[in-house]
Every structure is written in C-alpha cells, then in structure tokens.
C-alpha cells in the first residue's frame, strides 16, 4: 500500500507537490480563500467577458440589439457554466499538486479558444470555436471528477455521475456542431438543440449530488462569486475610463464628465448591494439551497455583463455620436433592474431578517425602467437617474437593515467559534452506504469509515490512489 499525501492548503507558498490523492477538503476548513491559481484562472475570464460585452456594446450601438440578445446568453452560458463548474469543484476538491494545475492550464486554454471565437460567432453565427473552446474546459473537468471518484471513497458515486453526464454531454455538444456544420441542423432545429443540452448540463449536478453532497466550503464559494461579480463591474469600470479620457480630449465636457460620473457610482451601489446579501452564512445554514442560489447567479452575472456594454454605449451617446436615446437609456436600465430582481431571487430566504428587503429592490427596479422615458428630454440624465435611484436603495437598506441577532448566528455557518449546523447530506455520508453492495465506491467507503473509528481495514480492501 502506497503512502499518500493530504492537499497541500491553499495558503502554502511553495510549488505544489508532484501529485496527491484527491480527497475531499472540509466543508468548515478555517480561513479558507480563494487561491492564486484560481485568480489566475479568472483572468482569463475576463478576456472573455470583454468580447461579449464588445460584441453586444456594437450591436446596441448599431440600433439592432435584439440580433445580439440571443448570441450574448448563448455564449455566455458557456462561460459562467464552465466558470461555475470549475469553482464549485475545486472548492470542494482542490488538491493544488502538479496534475491539478496543468489540467487548469489546459482549462485557461480553452478559454481563450472560446473568446477568440466571439466575433464570429456574433457576426456570421459560427460558434466552431466556442464549441470547441468549451469542449476543451468540460473535458478537463471529466479527468478531475475521474481523479475524485479515485481518491474520495463516500464521494466516488457523485464523482462518478459528474464524470458520466459531463462526457457523454460533450459528445452531443461536438455532434450538434458536426450536424450544423455540414448543414444537417437546421438553424431553428439547432437553438431547440441548444436550450435541450443547457437543460441536460444544469441537471446533471441535481442527479450526481442525490447520491451523496459534494463537500464545497460556503464561504469560500460566497467570496469566488464576489470575486466574479467585481470582474463583471470590471466593464463598467472600463466605460467610465473612457468616458473621463475623453472628456479630457474634449475640454470637459460636462455630458461625459455626468456619465461616467454616474456609471462609477452605479457600479459601486450594485458592489454594495450585492455585498449586503449574507452569501456564506446563507449557504452555510441552507445547503440544499445552494441549486437555486448557484443557478441564480447566470441572471445576475449576465445582467452586469450587458450593463458594460449599455455603459459604454452611453458614453458614445454622450459625445453626440447618434443613436436612439431610449434605446441607449435602456440598454442601461434593463440590466440594471434585471439585476435588482435576481439579487431578490438569488438571495431571498436564506437570512430571517435580509439587510434588504423586496420591496426595495422591486420598487428600485421599477423605478430605474421608468427612468429613460422619464429623461427623454435630457438623455444625457438617464444614468444619473439610474444612479441615484438605486443609490437611494443602497441608503434605505443601510438605515433600516436589521443587524444580524442570536437567531441569525445560529442559522449561521460562520467560523469563528459559531457552532456549525449538522448538514443532512453528511449524516446521509456517514450513515448509508456509497454505492451498491460489492460495488468498489462502496469497498473503499466501507474502508475509509473503518479508519474513522479505529478498526483496522479489511484484509485486501484497496486503498484508491491517483
């Protein structure tokens, strides 16, 4: 029996070991944060972002949105789904040893083969690369779980499922581009095609996780989509600069001095709210909730997504460079209000007392989707507008938000001292069994439980090693 190695924690700062056996990491580790791999690999992400909201940015800009809607939510589904899937497992399994770190490599390729078929995929709806650049990040995705199933004995089953559903939905992905390509796939035939394989990726953790919970960390998960969310306002951050360069170019405009102004103050009152919701507490309480609030998220990401590209659209507008001002102004509004009602959706339920209530966010919203026909005299208002309405938001949540109580630290997963709430997918780990009698996820979980309590392992079992 070989000798294995435990992972190496996150905050080691020493190159990572040859390779280790991939266990499960505790779902309460203390002080657990993102690691530098993973803000690595987040870079990429925003090579990608920066396409799309490119892409869609010209579209708006162009009078025709609507020809750009349905390519920006095809594409980036790719991109948040295989971003979401990356996360939630390496905060689950992240063992940061060589063979980890080279199939996120590979991974981080992908990425880039997938943004640099943006264009194409926009303008000629060729989606050649985004398929095969998606491909590429799933597949690696496949070797990881195969690595799980190997190493986590009472996670082999869930490991296993991932590992089967993501294969075999691969394979369909690369058939329905092979169909279209030769013209076997006709356009319509092929978006039904498309909304079917979304479905079947979405329902392939709810069927891998019925067999035993994955062990991910709530806060650790709270803070990756933090991290996501500040990359997405990243773009609106980008058409803020802009439109301050070129208000320096252009004498001071005061338009694109108001503009960019309140592009920056609307970016910063989402930040704030979106910080406002208790995330990892909330998961940490509700774990079941986890489909809902993760699932969530593609709403929220892609809203803040479109935001950029209705900011910069903005700014142009601003500098008298045409275009339809309601047009413009909602380009800005709907994503903002978009935003508003899924941080409700996301966030609702999971803290007895929310910082911010419903009722905030849905008179905001249907304020902030009045607000460019309310500016149509001055369309050079509607952001400051936007701006001030969901500032107003952020003011009513911090003065009449209700501090978190005994209740409240209860329900709580927090570190720190708080006792953690039993989970029911773990009780479930302990008490049943991983897989069918005989079966050698149920062999090795047999075995692993007999070293928890101090029974010496049975003669022959195997202990699974990568």
Known sequence: MSTTSSPVPADKKHIGP??????????????????QLELLFDLTFVVAVASIVAQLGHAISAGHPASALVPFLQVFFAIWWAWMNFTWFASSYDTD?????????????GVLVLAAGVPAAFEHNNYTAITVGYVVMRSCLVVQWLRAARGDALGCRTAMRYAAGIAVLQVLWLTRLVLTEVGELPEATAWWTFLALVVAELAVPV??????????HPHHIAERYTLFTIILLGESVLAVSTGVADALENNWRPALIVIALSGLVLLFTLWWLYELQPAGDGL??????????????????ASLAALGAGLEVAVRNGQDHGGS???????VAIPAALFMVFLWAAHAGMSSTPQIRPGVLFTTAAAI??????TIAIPNATVAVIAVVSATALAISLGGGIPLGRNDLRDSNELGGVEHPVNPVDVLVVGQADGKPGDRC?????????ATIGVDPVEGDADPEV
Request: charge should be positive; charged fraction near 25%; proline fraction near 6%.
């Open 18 to 35: 040859l390779r280790v056996r991939m266990r499960r990491r505790s779902i309460d580790e203390p002080h657990r944060a993102a690691t």
């Open 369 to 374: 989707l009045v607000a460019p026909i309310a």
């Open 325 to 331: 001002p309601l047009v413009v102004g909602y380009a």
């Open 207 to 216: 069927w891998a996780e019925r067999a035993n919970g994955t062990p991910w």
């Open 442 to 450: 149920s062999i090795a979980a047999d075995q692993d439980r007999r």
């Open 97 to 109: 040893d060589i063979p980890y770190r080279l199939l996120t490599l590979i991974q981080m390729v």
């Open 284 to 301: 940490a309480g509700r774990r079941t909730w986890s489909f809902r609030w993760g699932y969530s998220h593609y709403a929220i990401f």
